[in-house]
């Protein structure tokens, strides 16, 4: 496996592979990896030639009051993970080497960036479209993986390749949990042992959702979310960004479930912010 710094060095790699006809299979990632990137690898895995496994904390999809100085950065340990995975390709620039002096050029999905994490993290949606619209002239994968618990943010990145004529498919990779339910990100390694253990209320209220939504035909969604507040108020400390039942395809808020809805919430658990959806059809 190699490590790869330079973007322009990965750049021409890429294009020699290219050359070559191989296919290759990108995993963008912040690093800090666990089971749930581990998954995306392994699905990369078994459909390319090639693995690329990108590791950038990327500075321009956090806000200035986020968490991206003290973001998880086991930089060893990700290596090691990614070689016992059958990663080809480590790719981890730096800030300086991606957004160089002078750099001016940010893509923006519109209306995709502003339901949702959108409407409380502005900015960061033009920060993550702009980094993965790199990490694809730079790696030129033919598939790039993603997990669906960052749903949004998934939606938006098929709507750019799609609007853009990116040559590559976006794999919607399901969420994984841990044995409580509680989905599985980087953010947890913040979360105390009873913030874990609260945390896990959160699967259970989207469950609720789903099974209210399952069990009627049609329904309001303001009896969904009720179904899940039940569970979510009684988090200690808990505090609400949002609780959303939404069309799957444009992201905004239902006021009836007919068919397919996504429902999805953001919350914070002491200094930690967490995310979780379920996708459901009635
Ligand atoms: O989901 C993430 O880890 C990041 O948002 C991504 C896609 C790697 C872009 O920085």
Not at 46 to 54: G, H, L, Q, T, Y
Not at 77 to 89: I, P, Q, T
Not at 162 to 168: A, Y
Request: with cysteine.
């Amino acid at each position: 496996m190699k490590t790869i710094r330079s973007p322009r060095q990965m750049q021409s790699l890429a294009l020699a592979w290219r050359r070559a006809g191989k296919t290759v299979g990108l995993v963008p990632t912040m690093g800090a990896l666990h089971e749930g990137h581990l998954s995306l690898v392994r699905r990369a895995r078994a459909e390319n030639e090639i693995v690329v496994v990108s590791i950038f904390v990327n500075p321009a999809q956090f806000g200035p009051k986020e968490d991206y100085l003290r973001y998880p950065r086991p930089f060893a340990k990700d290596k090691r993970l990614c070689e016992r995975a059958g990663v080809n390709v480590v790719f981890s620039p730096s800030p300086s080497a991606m957004y160089a002096e002078g750099h001016d050029t940010w893509v923006t999905v519109e209306k995709l960036s502003r339901p949702l994490c959108g409407a409380f993290r502005p900015g960061h949606f033009r920060g993550v479209a702009t980094v993965v619209a790199k990490l694809f002239n730079l790696v030129q994968p033919a598939r790039a993986y993603f997990g669906m618990k960052d749903f949004q943010q998934m939606c938006i990145i098929e709507r750019m390749a799609e609007d853009l004529h990116m040559p590559v498919k976006i794999v919607r990779c399901p969420i994984l949990r841990d044995p409580g339910g509680l989905a599985l990100s980087s953010r947890n390694a913040y979360l105390a042992p009873q913030e874990r253990q609260a945390a896990r209320n959160i699967s259970l209220a989207l469950r609720a959702a789903e099974e209210v939504i399952k069990s009627h035909a049609r329904v309001p969604s303001a009896k969904v979310t009720a179904a899940a507040w039940s569970i979510l108020r009684k988090i200690p400390g808990m505090r609400l960004d949002y609780l959303s039942v939404a069309d799957p395809a444009t992201l905004e808020p239902l006021a009836l479930v007919r068919g397919r809805a996504l429902v999805a919430a953001a919350l914070w658990i002491g200094n930690t912010r967490l995310i979780d959806n379920r996708l459901v059809r009635n």
